[in-house]
């Protein structure tokens, strides 16, 4: 199972929107409502902030917002924090009853 | 609240095994599918297994299968973690964390490092 390709990268100024893609197969992203997406700051564990493409679990900010077409979801975080400055995985589950995850986008507040 | 507490890690020698144990409190353990997770040093998460609630049903990544068993104890609210044969590649901080019937990873411990080394 080949990893979900995401940018390695992305940055915004404080308040802009920023966007980060996750890319899959019809064998995940594409398959299933089961795409996942995860916060994780430097010597942390991850945090989940996006369940089920676009569900927010309770205590994320309604700044974080997930969509999906077709084989790729987004996340787009609005109104950018400093405190945002982090890597970003996505997930889904795939057709072989597994997950796979993203290799993760370093996210710079400027 | 959900808390998990991995432990077991070290460093270990090339075909070696280690055993992985999650303590899991603050919510119903049984009533849960649960994950592992590992993170190489530097790089992305990499899913690794899960099992069912019950136990009955587990799922590998093609890179353990044969090498690695999911298993829990829901008397003790445990979840395990049986490696063997390690390699170099196996090197990663472990996560485990409760999971959505096996398709979201949600509440996550904070690791234990397994390190592969001669």
């Known amino acids: 199972q080949s990893a979900l390709t995401q940018p390695a990268s992305v940055s915004g100024s404080p308040g802009q929107s920023i966007t980060i893609s996750c890319t899959g197969t019809?064998?995940?992203?594409?398959?299933?409502?089961?795409v996942s997406w995860y916060q994780q700051h430097p010597g942390k564990a991850p945090k989940l902030i996006i369940y089920e493409v676009t569900n927010r679990p309770s205590g994320v900010a309604n700044r974080f917002s997930g969509s999906k077409s077709g084989n790729t979801a987004s996340l787009t975080i609005s109104g950018l924090q400093a405190e945002d400055e982090a890597d970003y995985f996505c997930?889904?589950?795939?057709?072989?009853?597994?997950?796979?995850f993203g290799g993760g986008t370093k996210l710079t507040v400027l | 609240q959900v808390q998990l507490v991995e432990s077991g890690g070290g460093l270990v020698k090339p075909g070696g095994s280690l055993r992985l144990s999650c303590a899991a409190s603050?919510?119903?353990?049984?009533?849960?599918?649960m994950s592992w997770i590992r993170q190489a040093p530097g790089k992305g998460l990499e899913w690794v297994s899960y099992?069912?609630?019950?136990?009955?049903?587990?799922s590998y990544a093609d890179s353990v299968k044969g090498r690695f068993t999911i298993s829990r104890d829901n008397a003790e609210n445990s979840l395990f973690l049986q490696m063997n044969s390690l390699g170099a590649e196996d090197t990663a901080v472990y996560y485990c964390?409760?999971?959505?019937?096996?398709?979201?990873?949600?509440?996550w411990g904070q690791g234990t490092l397994v390190t592969v080394s001669s």
């Open positions: 964390a409760t999971d959505n019937m096996g398709t979201t990873p949600a509440y």
């Open positions: 099992i069912s609630s019950s136990g009955s049903t587990v």
């Open positions: 019809s064998s995940d992203v594409g398959g299933y409502h089961f």
């Open positions: 997930s889904s589950y795939t057709t072989s009853s597994t997950l796979v």
């Open positions: 603050g919510f119903m353990f049984s009533d849960y599918y």
